[in-house]
């Protein structure tokens, strides 16, 4: 902060933005560190890496999506975990829950995070 004469506040947010990225990670003892180039893995929260399969893959509204035991083993997470965040995503209204043993779809695409 001393050397870019930058506030608290902006140093946080410079901070949360390189944890966003995979950048850097904190550490106890209110410090951080650099991760390793190949250490870096995907850290955005698993309901944005769900959604941005619609982007990625192209799909359209009314398109299938996969379930959630193939989104399970893609991700290397639990079924309940996977759950969770189409929970999510059908709450914020990007996909249309089929109901039990009916296919999930897409009810609207992402708007995509300009940056």
Do not use: C, H
């Not at 933005?17 to 950048?23: F, I, S």
């Not at 180039?37 to 850290?43: F, H």
């Not at 941005?52 to 079924?79: C, K, M, N, Y």
């Amino acid at each position: 902060m001393r050397d870019y004469k930058i506030s608290r506040g902006v140093a946080l947010r410079a901070f949360g933005v390189l944890q966003r990225d995979g950048v850097a990670e904190p550490v106890p003892g209110g410090r951080w560190r650099v991760v390793r180039a190949s250490e870096r893995s995907d850290r955005r929260p698993l309901d944005e890496r769900i959604a941005a399969i619609i982007t990625d893959e192209g799909l359209e509204v009314g398109a299938a999506f996969p379930s959630a035991s193939a989104l399970a083993s893609r991700f290397g997470v639990s079924r309940p975990t996977v759950t969770k965040a189409l929970d999510r995503l059908e709450a914020a209204g990007l996909l249309a829950n089929g109901g039990q043993g009916k296919v999930r779809t897409v009810r609207a695409l992402p708007i995509r995070e300009e940056r």
